[in-house]
């Protein structure tokens, strides 16, 4: 069984930054790929941003590209997910994400379908 627990939400005026972190607990954590989903109000999940077990491919939405970063850590069973210039937009529960299989080609990230949540933490963006 895999544990995610994220950490890092708050509120922050518009221009700002936060820092989220996941960190996940189980048998061969290391090797999943990791990922950032959020859910705004009245929204459907959408997809952040997501990381290869190696680090070696990262793959983006377009609404966030520039202004967010994802990165593991050292034992890579953390994930980070450093966000810059933050808009009203943003505000959402994030949710860090592992999958067993994903896919990174081509500049996409494909989900194998076969993966674990987080709870979420919420970021409130004031304009």
């Known amino acids: 069984q895999v544990q995610l627990v994220e950490s890092g939400g708050g509120l922050v005026q518009a221009g700002g930054s936060l820092r989220l972190s996941c960190v996940a607990s189980?048998?061969?954590?290391?090797?999943?790929?990791m990922g950032w989903f959020r859910q705004a109000p009245e929204k459907e999940r959408e997809f952040v941003a997501a990381?290869?077990?190696?680090?070696?491919?990262?793959v983006y939405a377009d609404s966030v590209k520039g202004r967010f970063t994802i990165s593991k850590g050292d034992a890579k069973n953390t994930v980070y997910l450093q966000m810059n210039s933050l808009k009203p937009e943003d505000t959402a529960v994030y949710y860090c994400?592992?999958?067993?299989?994903?896919?990174?080609?081509?500049?996409?990230?494909?989900?194998?379908?076969?993966?674990?949540w987080g709870k979420g933490t919420l970021v409130t963006v004031s304009s």
């Open positions: 990381i290869s077990w190696s680090g070696s491919s990262i």
């Open positions: 189980g048998r061969t954590v290391s090797s999943y790929a």
């Open positions: 994400n592992a999958d067993v299989r994903a896919t990174f080609y081509s500049g996409s990230y494909y989900s194998s379908g076969m993966n674990y």
